[in-house]
């Protein structure tokens, strides 16, 4: 019989160096375990914050925990509030946004996995 655990606790996530104010944990992906299948970060976006428009090639899920977050998907604007969810597909042309008042904390889960080389971002 094997010794080995079946699982593994995250007590140190990777953080994502940004220069826009807003804090990227990764527990489980690429950066953190090597996992391409999956990343799990936990982010706080503060208030003002944006990226710009992306064409991701992974399906995103997000679940906002606290505040707000402004989603433009295929000129479509969304706000979800604490509470709510959505999954966007890869392929889908979308930026990512908090122009309220209050920072934004959510849950961001890729499959695969978060990967720079798959983002697809637009210029500024």
């Known amino acids: ?6 699982f593994k606790i995250q007590n140190s996530p990777f953080v994502v160096p940004t220069d826009d104010g807003k804090i990227i944990k990764e527990h489980f992906g690429n950066a953190t375990d090597g996992n391409s299948e999956i990343s ?4 706080v976006a503060p208030a003002g914050w944006s990226e710009p428009f992306q064409t991701p090639e992974f399906d995103e899920y997000t679940f ?27 392929n889908t042309r979308l ?27 637009e210029d500024k």
């Open 40 to 43: 799990i970060a936990h982010m």
């Open 95 to 121: 930026q990512y946004s908090n122009p309220f008042t209050e920072p934004c904390e959510y849950l961001a889960i890729c499959l695969p996995a978060f990967s720079i080389d798959a983002v697809n971002r």
């Open 1 to 6: 019989m094997s010794d080995k655990k079946k």
């Open 64 to 90: 906002i925990i606290k505040g707000k977050k402004q989603f433009i998907i295929d000129g479509e604007t969304v706000v979800l509030n604490a509470g709510q969810s959505i999954k966007v597909e890869k």
